[in-house]
């Protein structure tokens, strides 16, 4: 018997989330999925397992604002993107996550 879960170590739910952002120093790239735990960062260049960037992005299209967070490189798809992990999340952002995962994951 074969455990479907077994290669799967998040702890937060994930989401489609197609989504521009800013990484600080670097410039524009785009999200492609959002958990309360991080996101996941296209970008054809990937820094190195541990890396601590700053990322700018809107949670919603009708936001007027941007969210800006720190989060840290947790695995790389060489060429393709990488696994970001939220760093020290603040509470009001949390929140708002964690609604959105929700609402999509009840459709």
């Known amino acids: 018997m074969v455990d479907e879960n077994q290669g799967e170590r998040r702890r937060s739910r994930r989401i489609p989330f197609i989504q521009d952002a800013v990484v600080e120093g670097v410039g524009p790239r785009r999200l492609s999925d959002l958990s309360l735990g991080g996101v996941y960062l296209e970008s054809s260049v990937s820094f190195p397992v541990g890396t601590e960037v700053d990322i700018r992005f809107k949670l919603n299209e009708a936001d007027d604002r941007e969210v800006q967070v720190k989060a840290r490189v947790l695995y790389i798809h060489d060429g ?28």
């Open 80 to 107: 393709v993107g990488m696994g970001l992990s939220f760093i020290n999340l603040p509470p009001e952002i949390a929140e708002k996550i964690k609604k959105i995962v929700e609402q999509q994951s009840t459709f």
